[in-house]
């Protein structure tokens, strides 16, 4: 009869789902548990380590990550899905381990994200403009491809009605002399 294992279970994407909180604080996480519960890889936690956003315990040579770093990883990603840079997610993050007040914290959440709301308008901008210029690019290709091929198939045509009005004339000719030449004999 196998024993039962006196090991913690690890947390998962299967056993924990992203937008549930864990249920006690003492939640730990291995790197690579981490990765698949948020479909990122573990070199890219590694890097966020690297920056400072998260802080793991070692055991041994393994990283050990706690509920807070599992937190801070969850709003650094919402963050990048806004479009926000590393420095703009690492300030709001660092803002909500400071025992700050709340309304300084949410007034700062709004300035930066309507700065990056003008900085997306710019380039909306920017790629109408882009837009409009491809468009007037491919118009006036259209136009010079159609006048080539009218052109081109003009020639052709001339050239065909030439050809073959050249080559009657020159064969009842031949044949005239021909004959000529065979009636002297």
Do not use: W
């Not at 309304?103 to 700065?115: H, S, T």
């Not at 491809?145 to 081109?152: D, G, I, M, R, Y």
């Amino acid at each position: 009869m196998a024993t039962p294992s006196t090991k913690p279970p690890v947390q998962t994407a299967a056993t924990t789902a992203p937008t549930t909180p864990p249920a006690a604080s003492s939640a730990t996480y291995t790197i690579s548990a981490l990765a698949r519960e948020f479909d990122i890889t573990p070199r890219a936690i590694r890097f966020y380590e690297d920056q400072g956003i998260l802080s793991p315990s070692r055991a041994g040579r393994n990283r050990v990550y706690a509920a807070r770093d599992r937190a801070r990883l969850k709003l650094l990603l919402r963050g990048k899905r806004l479009g926000l840079s590393l420095s703009e997610v690492r300030s709001l993050i660092d803002m909500y381990d400071s025992p700050r007040d709340t309304e300084a914290q949410l007034r700062e959440f709004l300035a930066v994200l309507a700065r990056h709301r003008a900085t997306l308008e710019r380039q909306r901008e920017d790629i109408g403009v882009t837009l409009a210029e491809i468009s007037a690019h491919e118009t006036q290709c259209h136009a010079l491809l159609v006048a080539q091929e009218t052109a081109s198939a003009a020639a052709d045509s001339a050239d065909s009605q030439a050809a073959s009005t050249k080559t009657p004339t020159k064969a009842p000719a031949k044949r005239a002399r021909s004959r000529a030449t065979a009636a002297q004999e």
